[in-house]
């Protein structure tokens, strides 16, 4: 919590949600060599995936974050690259990792047919997605603003892995309602845009702005308010899901 604080303390919403997130990864162990899909500028996965840097091989979409992602050195290799057209050969990873990012793929079931060709013969896919509950409780301008193409329910994680020659050998509900409330309305507040303009969020985080800004204070205040137990949840209380699956 004390390193998602630290960094990012003008995004409360993000430190709720991703500190949970570090916890459901905590104990999975990777077997080498790792992709990880959707790798943004490696600020999130250096916190999610501490136990398991360096990683192998990193890949995103957006150029713009590939350069940041390189200078953090978590992986050995990183790469401007889709994930529905993976510039690697066959049966290449042991292991494909990707947090919170197949919601974010319009062709998402082209992206999971290429996890399956560049994986090997029982090796992993882990990966987090939202689940349908997440799309109910927020409304259309939150779900375009993040970006969310999909929500699938677990069962249907099940046929469309299974289609690609992969099953379920792991699954995990996390990020209960009483944690997704109080995202919501961080959210709410930090994406605010003052003057019909930029964010709040990005005035805090502004270099400019930051000598003025009480930052200890309000750091103190995150690692008051942000503290909970309960990461996990059943079924119909989770929004959030996270699975394990290996190739035949």
Same mark, same amino acid.
């Given at each position: 919590?004390?390193?998602? /604080? ?15 997130? *570090? ?13 990880? /899909?959707? @790798? ?28 940041? *992602? ?19 050969? *066959? ?15 319009? @062709?998402?079931?082209? *992206? ?13 896919? /882990? %990966? ?44 995990? +509900? ?37 000598? %003025? ?11 008051? +308010? ?6 996990? $949840?059943?079924?119909?209380?989770? @929004?959030?899901?996270? /699975? $394990?699956?290996?190739?035949?």
């Amino acid at each position: 919590m004390k390193q998602l /604080i630290d960094r990012y303390w003008f995004s409360p919403q993000d430190i709720i949600f991703r500190s949970i997130e *570090a916890k459901v990864w905590a104990d999975q162990k990777f077997k080498r060599p790792v992709l990880d /899909i959707g @790798c943004g500028d490696g600020g999130i996965s250096e916190i999610v995936f501490s136990h398991q840097i360096p990683l192998d091989v990193g890949v995103d979409n957006n150029p713009l974050v590939i350069a940041r *992602a390189k200078s953090r050195k978590i992986y050995h290799q990183v790469l401007l690259a889709d994930a529905i057209k993976l510039p690697f050969k *066959a049966n290449t990873f042991s292991t494909v990792v990707s947090n919170s990012t197949f919601e974010h793929i319009p @062709c998402d079931l082209k *992206a999971v047919a290429e996890v399956s060709r560049v994986l090997r013969k029982s090796g992993n896919f /882990i %990966f987090t997605v939202p689940l349908p509950q997440f799309g109910k409780m927020v409304p259309k301008s939150v779900n375009d603003r993040l970006s969310h193409f999909h929500y699938r329910s677990l069962r249907e994680w099940k046929k469309l892995l299974a289609a690609r020659n992969m099953f379920v050998v792991e699954s995990k +509900y996390y990020f209960p309602k009483l944690a997704m409330n109080k995202w919501y309305r961080l959210f709410s507040i930090f994406t605010y845009r003052l003057f019909n303009k930029r964010e709040l969020w990005s005035y805090l985080s502004d270099p400019r702005f930051e000598p %003025f800004l009480p930052k200890q204070i309000i750091k103190s205040f995150w690692h008051y +308010y942000l503290r909970t137990n309960n990461i996990y $949840a059943n079924p119909r209380d989770a @929004c959030w899901l996270f /699975i $394990a699956a290996r190739k035949n």
